[in-house]
């Protein structure tokens, strides 16, 4: 089973930027997607983003036109460029990783605050 370790979580101020980073133990190239996926406390794990084998991407309406999803084959990583943070956006994020069975990282915290 692939490992996947997310990077880049922290502390911003409203309006700010982050960028997540996830990286796989493997080659990425045989999974069918990968994607973002975020949970605040006491709610359920939510998809942020996903990204397919060919490039197709799909947001969450939340996040549509702020958030950017990107792979990179060569590095093995899933990337989310974050925009326009708002408070809203704290949650614990997730890197997902399909190919046949799902797999999942570890969490990072990421904190929209002032």
């Known amino acids: 089973q692939v490992q996947l370790v997310e990077s880049g979580g922290g502390l911003v101020q409203p309006g700010g930027s982050l960028r997540l980073s996830c990286a796989a133990s493997g080659s990425i190239t045989s999974f069918a997607a990968m994607g973002w996926y975020r949970q605040a406390p006491g709610d359920q794990r939510n998809m942020v983003a996903t990204?397919?084998?060919?490039?197709?991407?799909t947001y969450a309406d939340s996040v549509k036109g702020r958030f950017t999803i990107s792979r990179d084959n060569a590095k093995n990583t899933v990337d989310l460029q974050m925009t326009s943070l708002k408070p809203e956006d704290t949650a614990v994020y997730y890197c997902q990783a399909v190919r046949g069975v799902t797999s999942w990282g570890q969490g990072i915290q990421v904190t929209v605050s002032s």
């Open positions: 990204i397919t084998r060919r490039g197709t991407t």
